[in-house]
């Protein structure tokens, strides 16, 4: 990453990123229940059940997150997810996050326009299908070309960061 945004980075570790520990059965969250952020798996296995009482199998969590919705807009759990033996997972508050996000344009700027795609991503699935396991790697394989005619470039000689608009027209 860019050593100008380096107090970002350290802000988002020391600050947003919080752990909490399980025991074997604990229940994490239940459906219905007002999400309390973006959840990162560390150690341990974890069970997910929709709330009508299907089970779901977990993808590998050493890359997976659940609950992502939480950061760009309101969102109520669709399961309930319970640790399976000892467990250690990271939360991601919004409120934190965005607190760190504003403090360069740059996080700011791609944050807010990744919201804008993961909420149209959101909507764009059936909701009655919806879990708190949506993984779109395509949103981060397209990052910043939001196709909404914004253009953000880097000027290295005045350190400065621009949002332009750009006629795809031509």
Request: glycine share 6%; with cysteine; charged share 25%.
């Amino acid at each position: 990453y860019d050593t100008e945004l380096k107090p970002v980075m350290v802000r988002l570790c020391s600050t947003v990123l919080r752990f909490r520990e399980f025991a074997s059965e604990d229940v994490i969250f239940l459906p219905r229940e007002e999400s309390e952020g973006m959840y990162f798996f560390k150690r341990g296995s974890y069970k997910y059940t929709l709330g009508v009482g299907t089970e779901l199998p977990l993808i590998d969590t050493s890359k997976a997150w659940l609950a992502e919705a939480s950061l760009w807009t309101t969102w109520v759990h669709r399961g309930q997810l319970q640790a399976s033996e000892p467990s250690t997972f990271g939360i991601v508050q919004q409120k934190e996050l965005a607190c760190v996000m504003r403090v360069h344009p740059t996080p700011w700027t791609y944050a807010r326009v990744y919201a804008e795609r993961f909420v149209t991503f959101l909507s764009s699935l059936n909701q009655r299908a919806l879990t708190d396991i949506v993984i779109n790697t395509q949103l981060f394989a397209e990052g910043l070309d939001a196709g909404d005619g914004l253009h953000y470039s880097y000027h290295d000689e005045k350190h400065v960061w621009h949002l332009q608009k750009v006629d795809h027209d031509d």
